[in-house]
């Protein structure tokens, strides 16, 4: 079992439509969960990232992290075609001094059609 | 530079070369990161810098694979012997320091597709 899994999808949805992205994860020690966006051919840039449990609002995203099922989601309400990306999700520890290690999921590749 | 440059952005070689990867972080980033993503895969931790020195090369997968920074900016990755099975995107990333996680944001560069043939 991998330490992050993420469905791969594909996803594909209607512009507006609410989006739902989610990871779970094994290792208790992940306190950071981040969520970046990949587009075709080039690197991830950071979406957003929570320090251990709760919400996190960011215009048209929200992050949640719930440690006690080790499970964290994305929400994109208001869907846009420039929307369409992999979504990644990525972990990292706040403990043993590796805490700059980033553990990624899969990746979901979703497609925002107008 | 405002952004990581990485070259070159496309890489074919023979099975059994030798390459190297170049990384470019943003200028005053002492932190450096190189991933490598397979197909349909995230990308995987391979070595980290801090400053000149090579603080956590745990993620390298074998001993063809190295990775310097002599100067503390410039980064290269180095890959002897290929094989087909090396054939990735490498992703180079910095940041201001190696911080909490990744809340100070780490930069990823756009990679370089390795293709071994």
């Known amino acids: 079992q991998k330490e992050v899994e993420q469905d791969p999808g594909p996803l594909s949805v209607p512009e507006g439509a609410i989006v739902s992205l989610n990871c779970t994860y094994s290792?208790?020690?992940?306190?950071?969960f981040m969520w970046y966006r990949q587009y075709s051919r080039k690197g991830p840039e950071l979406l957003m990232y929570t320090y251990s449990s709760g919400n996190k609002e960011d215009g048209r995203f929200t992050a949640q992290v719930d440690k006690s099922s080790k499970y964290i989601s994305l929400f994109i309400r208001d869907s846009q075609p420039s929307d369409s990306a992999t979504y990644l999700c990525?972990?990292?520890?706040?403990?043993?001094?590796?805490?700059?290690?980033?553990?990624f999921g899969k990746g979901t590749l979703l497609t925002v059609n107008p | 530079g405002a952004g990581v440059s990485q070259t070159p952005s496309n890489k074919v070689t023979e099975k059994g070369k030798y390459v190297e990867l170049r990384c470019d972080p943003i200028s005053g980033h002492t932190a450096l990161y190189w991933y490598r993503q397979s197909l349909g895969q995230g990308p995987e931790f391979l070595i980290y810098?801090?400053?000149?020195?090579?603080?956590?090369d745990s993620g390298l997968p074998n001993d063809r694979f190295f990775a310097v920074r002599p100067e503390g900016s410039v980064s290269t990755l180095k890959i002897q012997r290929t094989e087909r099975g090396d054939s990735a995107v490498y992703l180079c990333a910095s940041s201001l320091t190696a911080g909490q996680g990744a809340n100070y944001g780490y930069t990823f560069g756009s990679g370089t597709r390795l293709t071994v043939v």
């Open positions: 990525a972990m990292s520890p706040n403990s043993g001094g590796s805490n700059y290690k980033l553990t």
């Open positions: 290792n208790s020690a992940f306190q950071y």
């Open positions: 810098f801090q400053g000149t020195g090579a603080a956590d």
